[in-house]
């Protein structure tokens, strides 16, 4: 199996075979869209996308981990972490390919 990277500008391409959008209207759309995600993000609401899954912002608290090579305890500061979680149908369809 191949571990092919799907980019943005192959996601224009697709928009621009399937919608017949110009290429720059496709990339433009397709930057729009990428570009509302990311603010929602940021203004930690969460973005559910339809038979496909949903993306949150978590803030996780500080906690004490520890370097593996030394065995010291270090400080983990407290931050935030994106979460995708796939949609059963996603998840069906990716179970289908195997």
């Not at 899954?53 to 608290?61: A, D, E, I, L, Y």
């Amino acid at each position: 199996m191949a571990n092919r990277t799907i980019t943005r500008a192959d996601l224009a391409e697709a928009v621009y075979e399937e919608v017949g959008l110009s290429r720059n209207e496709s990339a433009d759309l397709v930057e729009a869209v990428l570009n509302e995600i990311s603010d929602a993000l940021i203004r930690e609401e969460n973005v559910k996308i339809s038979s496909f899954g949903s993306f949150s912002v978590r803030q996780k608290g500080e906690r004490i981990g520890r370097n593996p090579k030394t065995g010291v305890e270090v400080p983990i500061l407290p931050r935030k972490v994106l979460v995708f979680r796939a949609s059963h149908v996603l998840k069906d369809r990716i179970n289908q390919g195997a």
